[in-house]
């Protein structure tokens, strides 16, 4: 990091008489809490790094579509919706205020608003990821193996909260909680969640 002043040392003129050996140093400008505290936002979080929106999506659509944008599907046992199967009823007044679709039926028919409500999802993901890295990092170790999109991914599939109770489970030496209904199992839904992040590199390996 380029510190925030330099020492000189140099000649002194004084009265039009040069000083070779006169060693002068200029004074160190006072530092405000204002440039210490943009100084530290400035620093490169560990372990994160900037995501693929597009990999991250194909990835989720692995597990959760059968690696298919399928943006009309419907899980008949939930609210769970579209190519991501986001849960409609946690988005239905933002859905109806800001987008102005009032049913499930006109999200499943909108790409664009999945999209924009995944985007939104991603960045919030993002933050997620980063808290619990920084909460359960030092608690796992060696144990915590995961990646950031993998972090971010339990998220979307198990909810914030449901991802702190799993990583609890590893660090306690316990069973993982098991997901409701017919859901995969955490490690399967990652196992599927990379193998879609893998696929997405082989279609674009030549680019």
Do not use: C
């Not at 399928?70 to 199967?85: C, D, E, R, T, V």
């Not at 049913?103 to 664009?112: C, H, N, P, Q, V």
């Amino acid at each position: 990091m380029t510190p925030a002043h330099l020492l000189y040392y140099g000649s002194k003129l004084i009265m039009g008489t040069l000083f070779p050996e006169t060693e002068i140093k200029t004074a160190t400008p006072i530092q405000k809490k204002e440039d210490v505290k943009e100084e530290k936002e400035d620093k490169p979080k560990p372990w994160m790094h900037e995501i693929n929106y597009q990999q991250f999506k194909r990835g989720i659509v692995q597990p959760e579509n059968s690696g298919q944008f399928n943006y009309g599907a419907k899980n008949p046992l939930s609210s769970a919706s579209g190519a991501y199967q986001i849960l409609y009823n946690e988005h239905k007044e933002e859905l109806r205020d800001k987008y102005g679709i009032a049913t499930r039926d006109e999200f499943l028919l909108s790409k664009d608003t999945q999209e924009a409500i995944m985007d939104a999802r991603i960045k919030r993901y993002e933050k997620d990821a980063y808290d619990l890295y920084i909460e359960y990092k030092p608690q796992l170790k060696e144990k915590f193996i995961f990646t950031e999109e993998e972090i971010m991914a339990l998220v979307h599939f198990a909810g914030r909260g449901g991802t702190r109770k799993y990583l609890g489970s590893i660090r306690d030496g316990k069973t993982p909680p098991p997901m409701p209904g017919l859901n995969l199992t955490q490690e399967q839904y990652l196992s599927e969640f990379n193998f879609g992040l893998q696929a997405y590199e082989d279609n674009n390996a030549d680019e």
